[in-house]
């Protein structure tokens, strides 16, 4: 299994999840065990719970990758941004010593 389809299968998981919750909660307010108010707050409890868990797992995954580029020696982003900005800066300087150059030599 890919990440890419671990992704999918825990994001469909979630989606099925959160449709039990809330059957759930409308079955405990029909059957007088919750009020409409405790359900509504249980409810966004548990959707700022599950919204912390998605942050958490980014932030896992995010490492993971840049734990495993590491591993690769594979240039990240950065790498290649700060080479871009060497490059930029020597061709500055390039351009500027042939200017000078041919302003010296006249």
Known sequence: MTVSEA???????????????VNF????????ELSKSEGAALLKEWIAKAEQS???????IKDAVTVALEKFNIPTHGDFE????????????????EGDGGKGGA
């Open 7 to 21: 992704i999918k299968k825990a994001i469909l998981a979630g989606v099925g999840a959160q449709e039990k919750i």
């Open 25 to 32: 909660i409308d079955e405990l307010i029909k059957a007088g």
């Open 54 to 60: 998605t942050h958490d797992m980014d932030f896992k």
């Open 82 to 97: 700060k080479m871009e900005k060497s490059i930029q800066a020597l061709s500055m300087r390039i351009a500027k010593l």
